[in-house]
């Protein structure tokens, strides 16, 4: 007869083989065959109700304790740096046992939220009970919502405010965590969608008043996921820092280097300096913070820069790449202040040709901070105090460089886009004052030009010198995307030549034919939406935009992770110490590259949806408000206005345009008028009425008014056209502009 073990037996035997615990393991362990399986099952089932064993996916596991293997999220990182983990499979009774996820150098990087299969190795910690090692990733972190709780009886529901996502979110009264009516939160899907109904959802961070002053940019860096908060460790490093000292460095403190940045820039990443040469020609200087110096491979820093990938930009705040005892400090190219850099010496002939170019790493000082302004002012003829004295030995050599520069500029024919810049003002409470365009003046454009030099040089040394590095690439447009913008400019009455080819020069001929009409900015915008998008990688394809054979980020390490490890890289091939890029970062090149290109599209779909909002929060009280504006975008769920006065897109949904049906023409990409065959198609001018600005989602809903001046003829069709009873039509106009923001979005 078969012995039946006891239960003290099964529980020791399965805390002895955590990976062998299914009922068929235990009963060949035990040797049960036959009928004596029905016993073994009867202890298994009495096991589990007494609480000493948990059965999960056909095995059985000690109660109090995870299984060595299981899936697992990543929380953020703690206050000294430290990565842990929570299982999802709660363990018995109370908290969750703290377990500490130590990467191996091959590992792929892992994300806040991002869930994964690891093995758990007990230890003996005093603040964790576990370690975990990476087996596999699993899934990205899960779908989360930005939005508005509202409460109800059985929990609550949350509106999203991203215009993407137009589909409410249920809470059950037990994930609301103790969240008020109207306040704005965060949530995560709680388990799968739902086939009919709404999705479920779990809140798991109370933002505050949606309406508060500030509130705009916190939306924003919630619902994309910005890190805003440095861990205590990486912070203890940057306060720890001393300044660098000359050991090792070329003495660059005599060169008249100065910084030239917005009036209220904080830090200053980059100088610059030129010298006049007797042929005509200039030695052009761009030194730039030595970051590499204080952040160092594997540093907490360093962990926390690679993450965040680059700083990210509101009107009221900034979200730094670094803590701002290095940002906006030591590395920091203060006036009157020696600081460490990396410097280019690039030589210039008369044509403005680039004959060569050496590296330095060294010492500067900054004789001037200088505005963008003040600058142009002194280059104008006009200097103050603080210019007048460097007329002769800054001022002049650098716009005698920046003439140089731009005949060079005339010859290789980069892209010339001229896009203005929106800048929101703001009141000292948060709440938009005005809404400006920044003015473009050739200080910028010299900036511009020196800061591009010296990247093309970064990018050529490092090839030369055959060392690993990230470039930054930007492929030609598609054949798709250029036949869509020939279809914008033969609709504002211009061409753009087919070419088996494509040139930039091909393209700055069309932006020529439209500057100084009223087509000037759809011309210019819709050029820049038919571009790629410009990514990092370790292999050089070029850039197209900017009509270079080789291009790579240098000048701006304080807030962009590639330009770091382009000096890393530097570092390296000269020579110049121990702090250059290491072989493990070497191996990870690919995924950095990945990574900060996410980050980056991260960060600018942030700015851009703050800016919207900030722009529909200006225009919430101009609700009724005629305006004028351009036909910018044409799809079948109705039209795009780029809005005169603010720069600011708005929809006008087919319900919206006149009073008879309008088919949509994919080819023609137009609106057509069924009974009368009136045409609405892009660059045409209109007058619309403001009927609804929704700072929560940025979204703009317009009426149409006039078309080119002419007011929409009636159809005989009419009357089954009209919008309804108001309320019916705000929450359908709603519902339109997320949907048709969605889809641009996509497209």
């Known amino acids: 007869m078969t012995q039946i073990p006891s239960k003290a037996q099964i529980l020791e035997w399965v805390a002895e083989h955590p990976d062998a615990n299914s009922k068929r393991d235990i009963a060949k362990a035990f040797g049960i065959k036959g009928a004596a399986r029905i016993e073994l099952k009867r202890l298994l089932k009495e096991l589990e109700a007494e609480g000493q064993l948990e059965r999960r996916r056909r095995h059985y596991l000690d109660a109090e304790k995870l299984p060595p293997v299981t899936v697992l999220e990543l929380l953020a990182p703690d206050g000294s740096g430290d990565l842990f983990a929570r299982p999802l499979e709660a363990s018995g009774e109370g908290p969750a046992p703290r377990i500490l996820f130590v990467p191996r150098k091959s590992d792929p990087a892992l994300g806040r939220g991002d869930r994964f299969l690891g093995r758990l190795i007990p230890t003996l910690g005093e603040d964790h009970q576990y370690e975990a090692r990476l087996i596999r990733r699993i899934t990205a972190s899960p779908n989360r919502i930005t939005g508005i709780f509202r409460k109800d009886s059985e929990g609550g529901r949350i509106l999203p405010v991203d215009k993407g996502q137009d589909r409410e979110w249920r809470i059950r009264a037990d994930a609301t965590l103790g969240a008020e009516n109207g306040e704005l939160v965060q949530a995560e899907q709680a388990g799968p969608r739902a086939r009919m109904g709404l999705p479920y959802a779990r809140i798991i961070e109370r933002l505050g008043d949606p309406s508060a002053p500030r509130a705009v940019s916190l939306i924003a860096i919630h619902q994309h996921g910005i890190p805003d908060h440095f861990p205590d460790k990486a912070l203890a490093e940057a306060e720890a820092a001393q300044p660098a000292t000359m050991k090792g460095r070329d003495d660059l403190r005599a060169l008249p280097l100065v910084t030239i940045d917005p009036s209220d820039a904080r830090d200053h990443d980059d100088a610059v300096a030129a010298v006049v040469e007797e042929d005509g020609g200039a030695s052009i200087w761009v030194a730039i913070a030595d970051v590499a110096h204080y952040v160092r491979t594997g540093s907490a820093l360093d962990r926390e820069a690679w993450g965040r990938g680059n700083s990210t930009y509101f009107p009221d705040r900034v979200v730094p790449m670094l803590p701002e005892a290095?940002?906006?400090?030591?590395?920091?190219?203060?006036?009157?202040?020696?600081?460490?850099?990396?410097?280019?010496?690039?030589?210039?002939?008369?044509?403005?040709?680039?004959?060569?170019?050496?590296?330095?790493?060294?010492?500067?000082?900054?004789?001037?901070?200088?505005?963008?302004?003040?600058?142009?002012?002194?280059?104008?003829?006009?200097?103050?105090?603080?210019?007048?004295?460097?007329?002769?030995?800054?001022?002049?050599?650098?716009?005698?460089?920046?003439?140089?520069?731009?005949?060079?500029?005339?010859?290789?024919?980069?892209?010339?886009?001229?896009?203005?810049?929106?800048?929101?003002?703001?009141?000292?409470?948060?709440?938009?004052?005005?809404?400006?365009?920044?003015?473009?003046?050739?200080?910028?454009?010299?900036?511009?030009?020196?800061?591009?030099?010296?990247?093309?040089?970064?990018?050529?040394?490092?090839?030369?010198?055959?060392?690993?590095?990230?470039?930054?690439?930007?492929?030609?447009?598609?054949?798709?995307?250029?036949?869509?913008?020939?279809?914008?400019?033969?609709?504002?009455?211009?061409?753009?030549?087919?070419?088996?080819?494509?040139?930039?020069?091909?393209?700055?001929?069309?932006?020529?034919?439209?500057?100084?009409?009223?087509?000037?900015?759809?011309?210019?915008?819709?050029?820049?939406?038919?571009?790629?998008?410009?990514?990092?990688?370790?292999?050089?394809?070029?850039?197209?935009?900017?009509?270079?054979?080789?291009?790579?980020?240098?000048?701006?390490?304080?807030?962009?992770?590639?330009?770091?490890?382009?000096?890393?890289?530097?570092?390296?091939?000269?020579?110049?110490?121990?702090?250059?890029?290491?072989?493990?970062?070497?191996?990870?090149?690919?995924?950095?590259?990945?990574?900060?290109?996410?980050?980056?599209?991260?960060?600018?779909?942030?700015?851009?949806?703050?800016?919207?909002?900030?722009?529909?929060?200006?225009?919430?009280?101009?609700?009724?408000?005629?305006?004028?504006?351009?036909?910018?975008?044409?799809?079948?769920?109705?039209?795009?206005?780029?809005?005169?006065?603010?720069?600011?897109?708005?929809?006008?949904?087919?319900?919206?345009?006149?009073?008879?049906?309008?088919?949509?023409?994919?080819?023609?990409?137009?609106?057509?008028?069924?009974?009368?065959?009136?045409?609405?198609?892009?660059?045409?001018?209109?007058?619309?009425?403001?009927?609804?600005?929704?700072?929560?989602?940025?979204?703009?809903?317009?009426?149409?008014?006039?078309?080119?001046?002419?007011?929409?003829?009636?159809?005989?069709?009419?009357?089954?056209?009209?919008?309804?009873?108001?309320?019916?039509?705000?929450?359908?106009?709603?519902?339109?502009?997320?949907?048709?923001?969605?889809?641009?979005?996509?497209?």
Not at 434 to 445: D, M, N, P, Q, Y
Not at 570 to 580: E, F, P, R, T, V
Not at 702 to 708: G, T, V
């Open 326 to 747: 290095l940002s906006a400090d030591l590395c920091s190219l203060h006036e009157g202040v020696d600081r460490p850099v990396i410097a280019v010496e690039m030589r210039l002939d008369a044509q403005g040709n680039k004959t060569g170019h050496r590296f330095h790493r060294a010492m500067m000082n900054s004789r001037a901070s200088l505005a963008y302004e003040q600058a142009q002012a002194a280059a104008d003829g006009t200097p103050d105090d603080q210019t007048a004295p460097l007329m002769d030995a800054v001022i002049r050599p650098l716009w005698h460089a920046y003439a140089l520069l731009k005949g060079a500029r005339e010859r290789r024919q980069p892209l010339d886009l001229d896009l203005p810049e929106r800048r929101i003002e703001l009141t000292p409470e948060g709440r938009v004052k005005a809404v400006a365009f920044r003015e473009r003046l050739e200080a910028h454009k010299l900036i511009e030009e020196f800061m591009v030099l010296a990247n093309v040089a970064a990018a050529e040394e490092l090839s030369k010198r055959q060392r690993p590095l990230l470039f930054r690439v930007h492929e030609e447009p598609s054949l798709d995307k250029m036949d869509a913008l020939r279809e914008v400019a033969q609709a504002s009455g211009f061409t753009l030549a087919k070419g088996q080819v494509l040139h930039t020069s091909q393209l700055n001929r069309l932006l020529a034919q439209a500057e100084g009409t009223d087509f000037d900015e759809l011309i210019n915008i819709s050029t820049l939406r038919s571009m790629t998008q410009a990514y990092y990688h370790p292999e050089n394809y070029g850039h197209f935009g900017l009509s270079l054979k080789s291009y790579a980020h240098f000048t701006s390490p304080i807030r962009r992770y590639a330009d770091l490890i382009v000096h890393r890289a530097l570092i390296s091939g000269h020579g110049w110490g121990k702090d250059g890029l290491s072989h493990d970062e070497v191996e990870r090149l690919p995924e950095t590259a990945i990574h900060i290109s996410e980050t980056e599209r991260r960060s600018m779909a942030a700015e851009r949806d703050t800016t919207d909002r900030y722009l529909a929060a200006f225009l919430s009280e101009r609700v009724g408000t005629e305006m004028t504006g351009r036909i910018s975008g044409v799809q079948k769920f109705g039209a795009f206005v780029k809005l005169d006065e603010t720069g600011a897109d708005g929809l006008l949904p087919i319900r919206a345009i006149g009073q008879e049906y309008f088919h949509y023409d994919p080819d023609a990409r137009t609106l057509v008028g069924s009974d009368t065959g009136l045409e609405i198609g892009i660059g045409q001018r209109v007058t619309v009425r403001l009927a609804e600005a929704l700072p929560l989602t940025g979204g703009l809903v317009l009426d149409l008014l006039e078309l080119e001046g002419r007011t929409l003829p009636r159809g005989p069709g009419a009357k089954t056209r009209g919008r309804g009873p108001r309320a019916m039509a705000v929450k359908s106009r709603l519902a339109e502009v997320k949907r048709a923001t969605k889809r641009r979005r996509k497209k």
